[in-house]
C-alpha cells in the first residue's frame, strides 16, 4: 500500500553507522537520556532519536548498505514506541501531551511511509526485519490516533 506524502520532516541524521565515531554519537545519545529526566523532554529526545535513525537507514538503505540499513531501521522503530510510551507517563503525570500526540500522530505515518519506500529493495531474507519495522510503525500510529480519541 502506498501511504501519500507525510508533510513532516525528519531531523539530519549526522554521521552515520558506518562512520568510525559513531559509536561516540550512541555513548552521546545514551548519556542526554540519562540526564533527561522530564517525561515530557524524554518523549521529545525519543522522537528525535527515531527521527535520526530513520533518516540514516533511509541513506544507508539508498547506498545499497542494507544489512546495517534495516538493523538501524529497527532502531528507529524501537526509539519511536518508546517516544509513544513515554507520551503515555508524561500524560499520567498531568501533562497535556496533546500537541506531541498530533506530531507522533505524523511522525508515525511518515515513518511508514519512508518504510514503505524500501519494500523494493528489500530481500526475501530481510523481510522478516523490514515486516516488523512496518508493523512497529502503523501499531504506533493506531495506539497515538486512540488517544486523540480518533
Known sequence: SVVEEV???LAYPGILPDHLLYPLKM???RIW????????KKAELYLLFADKRLAAARNLIEDNQLDLGL?????AEKYLERAI???EVSRKAGR??????ERLSLATRKHEQVIL????RISER???????????SQSGYNRVRQRLGQ
Do not use: C
Open 117 to 120: 519506500g524500501f519494500e523494493e
Open 33 to 40: 537520556l540519562f540526564l533527561t529526566t522530564d517525561p515530557m
Open 71 to 75: 538493523e538501524t531501521l529497527t532502531k
Open 85 to 87: 510510551n513515554q507520551e
Open 126 to 136: 530481510a523481510r522478516p526485519a523490514f515486516e516488523s519495522a512496518l508493523q512497529y
Open 96 to 101: 497535556n501531551t496533546q500537541a506531541f500526540l
Open 27 to 29: 555513548i552521546r545519545d
Open 7 to 9: 508533510n513532516y520532516s
